[in-house]
């Protein structure tokens, strides 16, 4: 049982390093070719791209039996190209929308993941084998020391009330597009506390899948 709770403790910390990673990845990616700031979530709260985190605890995952570069690249490549996939997939199955659409790139998959992406989610694969493994591997120990494991059922519980209330949030949005008015207490409180306008501030990427078609 403790192998298990510290197992999943690693893998907890290494969800939100990726996900503030991929939150800083695309707010450079977007400054250096735009030449603009652009602030891009996952979440309603904090810096998070859960894609990201997802991400990280894959490569994590592959980077702990997989010691090769090369191998590291192509398994990178397919690992991220069908997270991303996935992700966009579910994301427009269950609230109609899509936060990116690579339609126009060379080599894209129903517009949900493309070559050019699969090959960067190939490069920090590399980097997360030469970088990031080595150094997180120095700092494990200190992640199941007493203080952090208190740390870490606090951050848990808001992480998933940051999961909960987020996808609360964007489904009755989405009911409001569709002209449904709230039929609780709690579609009231989410049509107060995260109107429309609130909402396309934090998710301004994502569009409607139908004006994509």
Not at 32 to 45: F, M, S, W
Not at 92 to 106: A, C, R
Not at 146 to 156: D, E, L, N, Y
Request: overall charge neutral; charged content about 20%.
């Amino acid at each position: 049982m403790k192998k298990i709770i510290d197992f999943l403790i690693k893998i907890f910390w290494i969800f939100v390093i990726g996900s503030v990673f991929g939150f800083i990845i695309e707010m450079l990616y977007i400054l250096v070719y735009t030449r603009t700031i652009e602030i891009r979530q996952g979440l309603i709260y904090g810096p998070f791209i859960q894609v990201y985190g997802i991400g990280a605890v894959a490569y994590y995952l592959l980077a702990s039996k997989i010691k090769e570069p090369k191998q590291i690249f192509f398994c990178g490549m397919l690992m991220g190209g069908a997270v991303e996939y996935l992700f966009s997939f579910f994301q427009e199955l269950i609230w109609g929308t899509v936060s990116w659409d690579y339609s126009k790139f060379f080599f894209n998959l129903n517009g949900r993941t493309c070559l050019l992406y699969c090959v960067y989610w190939g490069i920090i694969g590399v980097m997360f084998l030469k970088i990031v493994y080595p150094c997180f591997q120095q700092l494990e120990p200190l992640i199941y020391k007493k203080s952090i494991r208190i740390i870490t059922i606090f951050f848990a519980i808001f992480m998933a009330y940051d999961i909960a209330i987020s996808s609360m949030a964007v489904t009755r949005q989405q009911e409001r597009i569709n002209d449904i008015p709230p039929k609780n207490s709690i579609d009231v409180f989410l049509d107060k506390a995260y109107p429309d306008e609130y909402l396309d501030k934090i998710y301004h990427n994502a569009r409607q899948a139908s004006e994509l078609e």
